[in-house]
C-alpha cells in the first residue's frame, strides 16, 4: 500500500511541474502607453559593414573563352588576367585579339567580371587579285 500511495505522489508532483513549464510558454505582453507627444521612430541600425568592394576595371586584348568553366582571358600591358564571367547575362562572342573592357571585383581570391564590353577587331583584308581588264579585240583589217 505504500508503494501505491509513493507513485501517485511521484505521479502528482511530475503533473504538477509539467503543467507550469507549458504555462510559461507565452510572455504577457506589456502594459501600451499612452504616450502625449508623438513619439519620433527610431532610427534603423547600420548592419556591420564589410569590407567595401569597389568594382575595378581592366583593358587589355581577347585571348580565349573557356565556356565549360566559364572564364576568359584577357591580355593587359603587364599580365594576363583570368576572369570568371558566370555572372555576365549578356556575354558578347570575342575573338582573339580584339579590345576588351572587363568590369569585375576581386572575391574570395576570384576576379568577377560584372560585365564584359568591347570593340571587334577590324577583319583582316585578303590583299586583293589584280584585275586585269580585257581589251576589246581590234577588228581584223579589211582585204
Known amino acids: 500500500m505504500k508503494k501505491a500511495l509513493m507513485i501517485m505522489l511521484v505521479i502528482l508532483i511530475s503533473v504538477a511541474f509539467v503543467t507550469t513549464v507549458f504555462a510559461?510558454?507565452?510572455?504577457?505582453p506589456?502594459?501600451?502607453k499612452k504616450a502625449a507627444a508623438p513619439e519620433k521612430p527610431a532610427k534603423a541600425e547600420k548592419p556591420a559593414k564589410a569590407k567595401a568592394v569597389?568594382?575595378?576595371?581592366?583593358?587589355g586584348e581577347f585571348v580565349s573563352m573557356d565556356a565549360a568553366a566559364k572564364t576568359i582571358?584577357?591580355?593587359?600591358?603587364?599580365?594576363?588576367?583570368?576572369?570568371d564571367v558566370s555572372?555576365?547575362?549578356?556575354?558578347a562572342e570575342f575573338k582573339a585579339g580584339d579590345k576588351v573592357k572587363v568590369t569585375y571585383m576581386e572575391k574570395d581570391g576570384?576576379?568577377?567580371a560584372s560585365a564584359v564590353a568591347g570593340k571587334k577587331a577590324p577583319a583582316k583584308k585578303a590583299p586583293k587579285a589584280e584585275k586585269k581588264e580585257a581589251k576589246p579585240?581590234?577588228?581584223a583589217p579589211a582585204k
Not at 54 to 59: I, M, R, S, V
Not at 87 to 91: C, L, N, P, R, T
Open 24 to 28: 510559461q510558454d507565452k510572455p504577457a
Open 30 to 32: 506589456a502594459p501600451e
Open 54 to 59: 569597389k568594382a575595378k576595371a581592366f583593358k
Open 73 to 83: 582571358v584577357v591580355k593587359g600591358d603587364k599580365a594576363d588576367m583570368t576572369f
Open 87 to 91: 555572372g555576365v547575362k549578356k556575354m
Open 110 to 112: 576570384k576576379m568577377m
Open 137 to 139: 579585240a581590234a577588228p
